[in-house]
């Protein structure tokens, strides 16, 4: 069983039956946060994605790819080192420096 749909398992005690498909709203691949899952169709989910792929300095942007991020993070982790550089690491140039709306001056 896929770790995340063990989670939402564990997260939903009450549920007879796993969703047919679980969409992952934060793309992380390492995040096993039943929070961040719901129940989605393909339809759906691609819709879903589609517009997460474009959102400024988000993961689906990331230009090492799901898998090397996941790695990236794991071995900052293990190693003790900030996890937001080993996040940025990976951004476009287009997207780094880019603020939010409300960062302050
Ligand atoms: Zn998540």
Do not use: K, Y
Not at 2 to 16: D, N, Q, Y
């Amino acid at each position: 069983m896929i770790a995340h749909r063990f989670a939402w398992l564990i997260h939903h005690p009450g549920e007879a039956e796993l969703p047919g498909l679980l969409a992952h709203e934060c793309d992380n691949p390492l995040c096993q946060n039943p929070t961040h899952l719901h129940p989605s169709d393909p339809g759906a989910n691609r819709r879903e994605w589609a517009a997460r792929r474009h959102r400024i300095g988000g993961p689906l942007r990331d230009v090492r790819g799901a898998r090397e991020r996941a790695l990236a993070v794991r071995a900052a982790l293990l190693l003790g080192l900030d996890i937001g550089d080993a996040l940025d690491a990976g951004l476009r140039p287009v997207d780094a420096g880019q603020g939010t709306l409300f960062d302050p001056p």
